[in-house]
């Protein structure tokens, strides 16, 4: 089956820095691929997500996630945080072939901004 | 608009209570999901429907009980549950019509049992 690692638990940066989340997925095969927010006290949105073609793409607020197949990754990327980006990230894949409803989620990433 | 509504938002039950948690959805998806969150945690997969059909149950116990009356709506049925069911119950929907699924989420029921 397939499982989904986000190795930073809770990332704490002063606003303005810059942005890396890292996922890293287990499967061979096709993937859809997907980030999504939990603001506190609210719902799961989605950041933005990655089916085929351009490797790079761009989500909402200024985020962006790059995926690697030889890597199998695919990290969130901002260049400039906000105070509001504060939140609860996860990264979740779609293993084709396993049944295209089944959505597995990493652990979850808290970022936390100073302002 | 991808907007799918829940109710009720926060929920308190006894362990021999009987209620239903309630997911809507107008955007002409055909796949809805039950999923479970505890604090901190990531979302847990519970049930899949797919064009009004249980396609996944992830082997919850049956006191939970999941009723998809129509393609907008889907109910979870909740009976004689324990402390430790408390969670965040998040439904989800998405197109149910290809291999470029998006799901997206409702806010949740909060539910505590006591």
């Known amino acids: 089956a397939q499982s989904v690692s986000q190795h930073n638990h809770h990332v704490i940066l002063s606003e303005a820095a810059s942005l890396e989340l890292g996922c890293n997925y287990s499967?061979?095969?096709?993937?859809?691929l997907f980030w999504y927010v939990q603001y506190p006290g609210q719902h799961l949105q989605l950041l933005l997500k990655?089916?085929?073609?351009?490797?790079l793409v761009k989500g909402i607020k200024g985020f962006e996630a790059e995926f690697i197949k030889s890597k199998f990754s695919f990290n969130l990327r901002k260049p400039s945080v906000q105070w509001s980006d504060t939140a609860e990230y996860f990264c979740?894949?779609?293993?084709?072939?396993?049944?295209?409803?089944?959505?597995?989620f990493g652990t979850g990433t808290r970022l936390t901004i100073i302002p | 608009d991808t907007e799918v509504t829940q109710t009720p938002k926060h929920l308190v039950m006894g362990m021999t209570n009987k209620k239903s948690l309630k997911c809507e959805q107008h955007?002409?998806?055909?796949?809805m999901y039950w999923y479970k969150q505890k604090a901190k945690k990531p979302p847990e997969l519970m049930f899949v429907?797919?064009?009004?059909?249980?396609?996944i149950n992830e082997s919850v116990p049956s006191r939970f009980s999941p009723e998809c009356p129509n393609s907008s709506l889907l109910n979870l049925h909740l009976h004689a549950l324990q402390p430790e069911d408390s969670a965040l119950y998040l439904c989800?929907?998405?197109?149910?019509?290809?291999?470029?699924?998006?799901?997206?989420f409702g806010p949740g029921t909060r539910l505590l049992v006591l």
């Open positions: 979740a894949v779609n293993a084709l072939g396993f049944g295209n409803e089944k959505l597995t």
């Open positions: 499967y061979g095969g096709t993937v859809n």
């Open positions: 990655y089916f085929s073609g351009d490797p």
């Open positions: 989800a929907s998405s197109q149910g019509r290809g291999d470029q699924e998006t799901q997206y």
């Open positions: 429907y797919s064009y009004e059909k249980l396609s």
């Open positions: 955007m002409g998806h055909r796949a």
